[in-house]
């Protein structure tokens, strides 16, 4: 384990962004959010959350996919540069990480998503070991353990000082890179993440979703949930808003669309929600006639259409920004006790 | 080399909203009595002052317009007797909220042309022409995507 | 609390109304959901406190369609999109029974996380006090200080509709703030601060419509926005144009309409101020077209329904 050596977070910062693109969580017009670092970016590395997750710098809310132009009976066609900078994001906690392994199992998957594989290539990832977990967080019902992030890096703060580790190939390339900002933690400093470590897993073992049950959620028994007549009472008071899935890191629907510039065409991928009315819409129809459907269509896919295609791996991350977000209360952790109960 | 003055001088894009029954037959008096207003000016032609949506203006805006202007039949003149006065409480409503938003009021509009007051169409984009040219591209209502 | 139940009790075993509409406790001592009940379900869950905030009017349109008369809990602030859900036909008024209940302000849960809590395992209401136990130790915070914005600027204590109701005489004991303070405040900057301001502040939409959706008065069957046909229908802001004109048109939409029940800008996950595009549209009413609140009644005409022949002209906005 290494240790960063200033406890001014800034020279590092600059270190790194003057080598690559930095992003870090930073607070934007009251929220926090991760932004490209500058000396005057008023940084928030006690957020534990933003409100929108790290996906957003792999799988933006909205990217350009081609562009056409039209002359005559011509039809060009302009392809964004398949190249990239390498970009480092500093701050990302467990969940956000785990994410990233549930992301990659649909985009990296043949046919690759070339424009996600760039990204997720160009990109480090520096995590940040949870140290004031909060009452809607539930990572550890997935597995997860909020003080071992998997990223490229892995950071802790312990009484002002951070200490880093590499975990990947990327990642030991990097901190060769700062080495100079970068010492070896004695074994007592060592000593003092861990017991850290322990005492925040002791905090999340008492928060009031650290005992949910997701063993239940298996394949044979997809028809069982998908017919059970709790659905109708879960989603009684849902909105159809797309809070949920706009803020979930793993959430992965987008939708294609082309805007007219008035000079060619511009093709683009955005975020969809499950949650709104036009949701896989087709020439025949809408195949989610009423919000029950469409409720029961986000559920289903988080706890069983994705792990029975990906080995048992859920598509929550227990991050617990839908348990903060809903509008009117309603969440994930809320359907897996209703379901669970069965 | 000379670089040309003229050709760098800013030509804003301006879109007019004319209702049919006053103020594009105003447009046409305009015309057919020579007087001049430049031709930057798009007249976009509606059966009155109220069909006009505050979406409409917006549009204008996002695909390239630097000022939008309204023409209706006077207050009291309207040929569906009370569009305009609809018309002219919605368009307050809509300017106080571009204002609010620090978008500058000037690139909006509102003017009541009659049929006979070709003279006065003509001033009005004049003028209308040259409060915008003032002030310049717009450039805070703008969708990026809609320029060349 | 207890009266309520009684009462809904009552007019459930006497057979007057066949459902309830009202807030389910959560999983945590501040989360409410709103749900329906019924005998056959009991009332198990119902409550009714310091957090249960959501406006349940809305929900009418859709309670109303079906056999049966519901009941609902109407808050003071509420009961204006009732109202307007009445006047606009949206909701059938002779199968809703409107049981008045009163409300001493609601306490915010963010606001209780702003003061640094997080971890937290229990919220307990005594008098004045909040006392919360968390996970990192315990607090007591003044009720005053936790209130939610929107209920810092409540019109009044009355129920504008209702078939009954049930009194009470507590009150958050607070003074009201100046509703339309942050609007002058925004008003008296130049336009390039304005401008700032809200670019700021709208450049964090994420286009998720809690906004619209939540919204008494964002009642309509297929909005512009999910309309492919109408040009302008997007899920994502691409450009900021496009955040521009979702708010303008959002609050315009409802401008004259829009009772200020403080929704659009509680559900906003970004915290973007809506409320105060909303306030600006009700100041700029107001001082040209006479005082209106909408909602107060379900038979006035609405202030861009009407006219007079001596309105403003529109130049006012530039000649100011």
Redesign the interface.
Known sequence: MLKFTSDQMSTLFSAISAMKTLYVPVEKGGEVTFGVWSETEKVRLDALKTVKSAKDLFFPQAETMMGFKMEGKNIEIQVPEEKMDEFVVFGVRACDAKSFEVLDNVFLAEPVDTYYALRRKSGIVICAACTRPEESCFCNVFGIDATAPAGDIVTWTVDGTLYWEAKTEKGEAFTAQLSEYLAEATAEEEAAVAAQNEAVKAIIAKLPYANLKVDGFTGDRMMEYFNSPKWAELYQACLGCGTCTFVCPTCQCYDIRD?D???GI?RYRCWDSCMYSEFTKMAGGQPRLTQLERFRQRFMHKLLYYPMNNNGLFSCVGCGRCVNKCPISMNIAKVIKALGDE | MQVNESSKEFKPCIVAFCCNWCSYAGADLAGSNRLSYPADVKIIRVPCSCRVN??FI??A????ADGVILCGCH??DCHYT?GN??A???????????????????RT??EWVSAAEGAKFAATMNDFISTVQSLGENR???????K? | MQGIIEKVTELLDNGTVDRVLAWKAGEFSYDRTPAVFDKESGLYGLVYDSFCVNNLSKYLIEESKKDGKVLVLMKPCDSYGLNMLIKEHRVDREKIYVLGVPCKCKVSVDKIKATGLTGILDIVEEGNDIKVTTVYGDTTLDRKDVLCDKCMVCKDKVVVVYDEKIESDETAGIEKLDRMAEVEA??AMT????????RSQLSKCIRCNACRNVCPICSCTKC?FDNDNT??SSKAN?????E??FH??R??HV?GRCTDCGECSRVCPQNIPLHL?NR??IK??NE??GTYQAGTDAEAKD???A???E????????N?
Not at chain 2, 61 to 64: E, H, L, N, P, V
Not at chain 3, 191 to 198: G, I, L, Q, Y
Request: glycine share 6%; proline share 5%; hydrophobic share 40%.
């Open positions: 805007y510039t008035g000079h511009q | 505050p979406l917006l549009r805006f996002q695909r390239g207050p009291g009370t006065y609809y002219r409480r919605r368009m307050t409503m809509l300017f106080s909220m571009l204002d609010y938003l620090g978008i500058e009021k000037e509009r509102v805070k209502l703008r969708d990026l995507r809609c060349e | 925004l008003e336009p390039d601060e304005r401008f700032n301001f809200w512009v040009g302008i691409v450009d900021s144009f496009e521009n004109m303008i048109v609050a315009y401008a595009l600006k549209f700029e009413m040209l077209y202030p861009l329904t006219f007079t022949k309105d403003a002209e529109p130049s006012v906005i530039y100011r």
